[in-house]
């Protein structure tokens, strides 16, 4: 099983400011990576796929970037609704596993 | 508009079964892999059971695999999971999620409570 690791787990931050969050596999997913946003009492929503691949209306301050093992999201200039907690998922090969988890608050 | 609706939680004991459903629209169902996800109070997200579109290959998780059985009926649009031998850990909110490798579209979840 692939492990993913997310740091950090708390991102203390202000609107405007820049969030770069951190997911490490223990093993090298290749570009099978995925980003997602949740908020309390919500359903996840899909950020990035593929790593560096924007969802469908995802604002283009949401970026991506990484391959292997070591992947980043980066949010320019926090919005007061990107307050959140992040996760990233590996379907390089199943089980599929998530990290953790980064909660960005204010 | 892609919507997914869960629906078959509940409270059930410890030992007992439960079979959640997904009913899908506004896309090709049959044309597409399902999953199931969860995620327990207040932690994090635990990817369950994969389902091919039309349903000959299947993976699961370790923690669920011989209890757990997914399965889909492409004729109703509907995913299913039925859950037997219920542990209190498999409490949690259960979400079914449309997959194009990764997880793309998700519904707003069942709780399903495992208490005596």
């Known amino acids: 099983e692939i492990v993913l690791t997310q740091s950090p787990a708390t991102l203390s931050l202000s609107p405007g400011q820049r969030a770069t969050l951190s997911c490490r596999a223990s093993?090298?997913?290749?570009?099978?990576l995925a980003w997602y946003q949740q908020k309390p009492g919500q359903a996840p929503r899909l950020l990035i796929y593929?790593?560096?691949n924007r969802a469908t209306g995802i604002p283009a301050r949401f970026s991506g970037s990484g391959s292997g093992t070591d992947f980043t999201l980066t949010i320019s200039g926090l919005q007061p609704e990107d307050f959140a907690t992040y996760y990233c998922l590996q379907d390089y090969s199943y089980p599929w596993t998530f990290g953790q988890g980064t909660k960005v608050e204010v | 508009e892609v919507q997914l609706v869960e629906s078959g939680g509940g409270l059930v004991q410890p030992g007992g079964s439960l079979r959640l459903s997904c009913e899908a629209s506004?896309?090709?169902?049959?044309?597409?892999?399902m999953n199931w996800v969860r995620q327990a109070p207040g932690k994090g997200l635990e990817w369950v059971s994969y389902?091919?579109?039309?349903?000959?290959?299947?993976y699961y998780a370790d923690s669920v695999r011989g209890r757990f059985t997914i399965s889909r009926d492409n004729a109703k649009n509907s995913l299913y999971l039925q859950m037997n031998i219920l542990r209190a850990e498999d409490t949690a909110v259960y979400y079914c999620?449309?997959?194009?490798?990764?997880?793309?579209?998700w519904g707003q979840g069942t709780l399903v409570t495992v208490s005596s």
């Open positions: 593929d790593a560096v």
């Open positions: 506004g896309f090709s169902f049959s044309g597409d892999e």
């Open positions: 389902i091919s579109a039309r349903g000959d290959t299947i």
């Open positions: 999620a449309r997959s194009s490798g990764y997880l793309v579209n």
């Open positions: 093993q090298s997913v290749f570009s099978y």
